[in-house]
């Protein structure tokens, strides 16, 4: 009886030994590959790396990045692990310079693979885009995005921003405390609908408003898309067949749909309008967007050698994706910019003051009201959102791809194929050594005489190089022109409820306060 029992669990328990001895095997056989190479590397934890509170959601990566940042003071480069993934960290600021702009055919692609096409189209936008796909598709955008074309935009901006002094009146006749970063999502989605497809999405009047609700939803933290974040550090192949987080399915759904009605109205009506969509129908009419006259031309090499053809269709899933891409990145890092601006500002009521000074300046010059060139114009202005993306950038850290071997200058360590790069964006931005007493808003850290002080690749809140942020120019003209809107009318104060320092979200995509920006609204003394 007693070997029959034995054997009975002798199996089970052999078995089962040997799958846990697998499974830590698989999530622990990459972890001599900085070692092995001679490179400084902070210890991994089992299945999560270096990355483990991020992962799980505890801490965000800013923080976890800005610890290894820190652990490796004095290196130029050192080895972690995203889960088990090896990933070249880069500290030194030339060695940045070398991936994103130099040396950019070795890291041309984002570390960041498109999984599951047929379930999801909209991930073969331009941030997630490799290859030829990409470098022929940005070469094509490019003139979308020039300062000629954004300026005939700035109009359709303009009455969004009217709207946003009329929604705030009332709270401000009553020197309410108000959250301003729902308030500003609402503003920034009603300048994209007016840019990007030209309707009048009315988000700051409506609350059920169906763009805004998408647009939360994305940003919004889930288990389910945290799973699948891990998901994909852990086991990339299986996420190309198993879809984890279907929250993204009514997305797709959504932005197909708006873009198969948008194009079908307007080719069967005949409209031409000067928005972004419309620059997408000529592309997939004519094969390209035309420069203007007085546009300034991308002059990276990569795209000076180009030639290359549209040579794939730009289907409604294509389509589809750039407008979603587009949504994405222009309202929430603008207003997620805009309302810890205005955090920074109620904090800092003499940089406020300074600030509306030149708005009143500039308003006294224009006879009242605001152009494009004012708006441009304005240096503190500049500085002062220079400052707040450089506090709160909303790229946490960038990702790249060698996709060649590459010989790191300076030593003997040969980058391979396939290798991920992280560049620690906040920590960066955060270093004492670039930016002293980094924690306190001093927008006079961007005057042209203490910006010709430091590097220019510590500060790179919409990357650089080639794969910089495309639609940058526009996002900055949304947030100064959001802002210089607010404070040619209001002022804003900290209140009981404002929290100093801001808490930021553990879990959120993108750099978040947990309370949101709370502060106390009032008209102009």
Request: charged share 25%; net charge neutral; glycine share 4%.
């Amino acid at each position: 009886m007693e070997l029959l029992f034995d054997s009975v669990y002798t199996i089970p328990l052999a078995l089962l030994t040997v799958a846990a001895s697998l499974i830590y095997w698989y999530c622990t056989n990459t972890f001599n590959y900085w070692k092995d190479k001679g490179v400084p590397y902070a210890p991994p934890t089992p299945l999560f790396g270096n990355v483990k509170e991020a992962l799980l959601g505890q801490r965000n990566y800013h923080y976890v990045h800005q610890d290894l940042y820190n652990h490796f003071k004095g290196e130029r480069f050192a080895g972690i692990y995203h889960a088990k993934k090896p990933a070249l960290f880069l500290r030194d600021p030339e060695l940045i310079k070398l991936v994103l702009v130099k040396d950019f055919q070795h890291f041309h692609d984002r570390d960041i693979p498109i999984i599951n096409l047929e379930k999801n189209p909209l991930q073969q936008h331009l941030f997630l885009l490799a290859g030829h796909k990409w470098r022929v598709l940005r070469n094509k955008l490019s003139p979308t995005f020039t300062s000629g074309k954004i300026k005939g935009m700035f109009h359709i901006m303009a009455e969004s921003s009217g709207k946003l002094l009329s929604f705030l009146k009332e709270a401000a006749d009553r020197e309410e405390v108000i959250e301003m970063k729902e308030v500003l999502a609402k503003f920034s989605t009603d300048v994209i609908g007016s840019c990007a497809f030209g309707l009048q999405l009315n988000a700051l009047d409506d609350p059920n408003s169906e763009f805004r609700r998408m647009g939360r939803s994305i940003f919004e933290p889930k288990t389910a898309t945290r799973f699948a974040r891990f998901l994909f550090e852990l086991l990339p192949q299986l996420t190309k067949w198993i879809n984890v987080d279907t929250s993204q399915d009514k997305l797709t759904e959504f932005f197909m749909r708006v873009v198969k009605e948008t194009a079908a109205f307007r080719i069967k009506n005949n409209v031409v309008r000067n928005d972004f969509f419309q620059l997408l129908i000529n592309l997939r009419q004519k094969g390209n967007v035309e420069y203007d006259e007085n546009d300034e031309q991308e002059k990276h090499e990569i795209f000076e050698k180009s030639k290359d053809a549209l040579d794939f269709e730009l289907d409604d899933g294509l389509m589809a994706a750039q407008v979603f891409v587009f949504f994405l990145a222009g309202f929430e890092t603008s207003s997620t910019t805009m309302s810890f601006a205005l955090h920074e500002l109620a904090v800092n009521p003499d940089i406020q003051k300074k600030l509306r000074d030149e708005i009143d300046a500039s308003l006294e010059e224009t006879g009242g009201k605001f152009t494009y060139e004012s708006i441009i114009n304005m240096k503190y202005l500049d500085k002062v959102v220079s400052e707040t993306l450089r506090m709160y950038p909303p790229v946490l850290y960038l990702r790249r791809e060698a996709t060649l071997p590459f010989r790191i200058p300076g030593s003997e360590v040969t980058v391979d194929k396939g290798t991920s790069v992280v560049i620690p964006v906040y920590a960066l931005q955060h270093d004492p050594d670039y930016f002293p007493d980094p924690l306190r808003f001093d927008p006079e850290r961007f005057s042209e005489e203490n910006k010709a002080k430091r590097h220019h690749y510590v500060y790179l809140p919409f990357g650089e190089g080639p794969r910089n942020c495309i639609g940058m120019r526009f996002g900055l003209l949304q947030t100064k022109l959001g802002l210089v809107t607010l404070l040619s009318k209001y002022e804003f104060h900290v209140s009981e409820r404002t929290p100093i320092p801001l808490q930021l979200s553990p879990s959120s995509v993108v750099l978040a306060s947990t309370t949101g920006t709370v502060v106390r609204i009032t008209h102009r003394s």
